[in-house]
T-cell receptor, first 114, second 116 residues
Framework: EPEVTQTPSHQVTQMGQEVILRCVPI?????FYWYRQILGQKVEFLVS????????KSEIFDDQFSVERPDGSNFTLKIRSTKLEDSAMYFC????????????FGPGTRLLVL | AQTVTQSQPEMSVQEAETVTLSCTYD???????LFWYKQPPSRQMILVIR??????QNATENRFSVNFQKAAKSFSLKISDSQLGDTAMYFC?????????????FGGGTRLMVKP
């Protein structure tokens, strides 16, 4: 069964450094998402992406964040200058046609900012 | 704005017993979908079950079923014949039919412990 994959599974970085989190959505899916979950808290929406542009973003998704689909398979989340409060689990998700369809989640990347 | 509330931070159940997790939501939308996701210790988010708001029939998926009360804006998850592998965080989530690329709104989660 096809699944969303994410790399790396864990990343440790120094405050102020740039990180890129990578996702490979399910191949026939057209809508992609990033969510984050700070330890012990609820899962929060960051951004949705379709047809090479952002379709919706939350207030968390400020100028420090960007997303890109650099090729036909990868979907990336970049944090330009990490802060301590960016430490969280970051989940990528995808679905075939957006709207109310089920979003399928990847296994997550655990980011720790020191 | 939509909100999802899970009032039970933690619950426990004996193996083979039945447990019900509560979820309420607040929305002015009429067309929406509701989901239960499971997050085991590995922290992966796994879809358990989904319910379309326009359907009166409650969704069922093997040992998992929901009690969807649209007027009360309530969406509880019943787990029958609980198994040790059901130990996880359970998140209720909501999405409304506005346009494509909509975000899921999650509740705060319920930590379920299944005891042998």
């Amino acid at each position: 069964e096809p699944e969303v994959t994410q790399t790396p599974s864990h990343q440790v970085t120094q405050m102020g450094q740039e990180v890129i989190l990578r996702c490979v959505p399910i191949s026939n899916h057209l809508y992609f998402y990033w969510y984050r979950q700070i330890l012990g808290q609820k899962v929060e929406f960051l951004v949705s992406f379709y047809n090479n542009e952002i379709s919706e973003k939350s207030e968390i998704f400020d100028d420090q964040f960007s997303v890109e689909r650099p090729d036909g398979s990868n979907f990336t989340l970049k944090i330009r200058s990490t802060k301590l409060e960016d430490s969280a689990m970051y989940f990528c998700a995808s679905n075939p046609s957006g709207s109310q369809e089920t979003q399928y989640f990847g296994p997550g990347t655990r980011l720790l900012v020191l | 704005a939509q909100t999802v509330t899970q009032s039970q931070p933690e619950m426990s159940v004996q193996e083979a017993e039945t447990v019900t997790l509560s979820c309420t939501y607040d929305t002015s939308e009429s067309n929406y979908y509701l989901f239960w996701y499971k997050q085991p210790p590995s922290r992966q988010m796994i879809l358990v079950i989904r319910q379309e708001a326009y359907k009166q029939q409650n969704a069922t998926e093997n040992r998992f079923s929901v009690n969807f009360q649209k007027a009360a804006k309530s969406f509880s998850l019943k787990i029958s014949d609980s198994q040790l592998g059901d130990t996880a965080m359970y998140f209720c989530a909501f999405i409304f039919q506005r346009r494509a690329g909509n975000m899921l709104t999650f509740g705060g989660g319920t930590r379920l412990m299944v005891k042998p």
